[in-house]
T-cell receptor, first 112, second 114 residues
Framework: RKEVEQDPGPFNVPEGATVAFNCTYS??????FFWYRQDCRKEPKLLMS???SGNEDGRFTAQLNRASQYISLLIRDSKLSDSATYLCVVTSVSGGSYIPTFGRGTSLIVHP | EPEVTQTPSHQVTQMGQEVILRCVPISNHLYFYWYRQILGQKVEFLVS????????KSEIFDDQFSVERPDGSNFTLKIRSTKLEDSAMYFC????????????FGPGTRLTVT
């Protein structure tokens, strides 16, 4: 069964900490990878795409390891406003169609 | 900043009734999607839509569901004969490319089936 797996957490960290999340996927034919954040009872919001070469956006760094089939998200200098659930999204090919699959999310709580 | 909008924000319906959830995607986007999220569970893909037809659909999207783009701006999800287990948050999303590019989500419609 094709799945996207995430540690549900919660990760409870102080402000200023660095925190890393991993996500594993089972379908080796997966094409595209993303991190979204979702606040409680709100819609998912795109945080960043994940490229094979890795990419950085301010305090956020995403990495992709195709050989091991995992992606990661690193958040440096955590802010209170980073508290949310972080969703790993993998788009795979199934019968010629592209199907996005979401992980269950990893909960982050940043405390003062 | 352009955004996806959805109406209503909350819909309560009785089991067996039909509901229509409405979405206005970002105006220059070409691909449209519906997802659902049962409370406490993960976001699940239902269907994608391009050029006035369904391009992909999941196992969840059975004959009970249908989608339509009735005019140049709206994108609707119809659920016929709702069941209790249809209670969930339904999100619409749009993107400018195929689904493996970035999608922008609307705020969702919370559907409660009683």
């Amino acid at each position: 069964r094709k799945e996207v797996e995430q540690d549900p957490g919660p990760f409870n960290v102080p402000e200023g900490a660095t925190v890393a999340f991993n996500c594993t996927y089972s379908n080796s034919a997966s094409q595209s990878f993303f991190w979204y954040r979702q606040d409680c009872r709100k819609e998912p919001k795109l945080l960043m795409s994940v490229y094979s070469s890795g990419n950085e956006d301010g305090r956020f760094t995403a990495q992709l390891n195709r050989a091991s089939q995992y992606i990661s998200l690193l958040i440096r200098d955590s802010k209170l406003s980073d508290s949310a659930t972080y969703l790993c999204v993998v788009t795979s090919v199934s019968g010629g169609s592209y199907i996005p699959t979401f992980g269950r999310g990893t909960s982050l709580i940043v405390h003062p | 900043e352009p955004e996806v909008t959805q109406t209503p924000s909350h819909q309560v319906t009785q089991m067996g009734q039909e509901v229509i959830l409405r979405c206005v995607p970002i105006s220059n986007h070409l691909y449209f999607y519906w997802y659902r999220q049962i409370l406490g569970q993960k976001v699940e893909f239902l269907v994608s839509f391009y050029n006035n037809e369904i391009s992909e659909k999941s196992e969840i999207f059975d004959d009970q569901f249908s989608v339509e783009r009735p005019d140049g701006s709206n994108f609707t999800l119809k659920i016929r004969s709702t069941k209790l287990e249809d209670s969930a948050m339904y999100f619409c999303a749009s993107s400018g490319e195929r689904s493996h590019y970035e999608q922008y989500f609307g705020p969702g419609t919370r559907l409660t089936v009683t």
